[in-house]
């Protein structure tokens, strides 16, 4: 069995408005973010994770923020571009790990839906998608709620 192993990280600046896109999940919250897409940083952090570890490059590269193609765009259609990918290189998801970094808003009653959309765009058994929330203790860009990060691990088989 070949394996790859992929990490993906993303920032998004808080903005006007009055929800946040979070693993394809609309969330209300007191602020939208600063996006040319939707803004989604789990699923931006998932795909750049499905990337990574075929060395295909970075969301960035695949879909520019100058291109007016991914302008509020769904971010659902670049995991599923990855997952394009993925597949076309022979491999599969075995399993991911997310977190999001958030002071705000509260994550747990949203998890169960995130975790779901998650678990069908990468075509997973629910068993196989870790989602974790933390704070950063009221420090840095996260800790000062300027702004939502999140981080993603996969692992593809072959
Ligand atoms: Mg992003």
Redesign the pocket.
Known sequence: MSLRIGQGF???AFGPGDHLMLGGVRVPHEYGVV?H?D?D?LL?ALTDALLGALALGD?GQWFPPSDPRWADADSSQFVAAAMNAVGEHGYRVNNVDLTLLAEAPKIAPHSAAMRARIAELLDLDLSRVGLKATTTEGLGLVGRREGIAAQAIVLLCH
Do not use: C, E, T
């Open positions: 993303d920032v998004h996006a897409s803004g940083v931006h969301i």
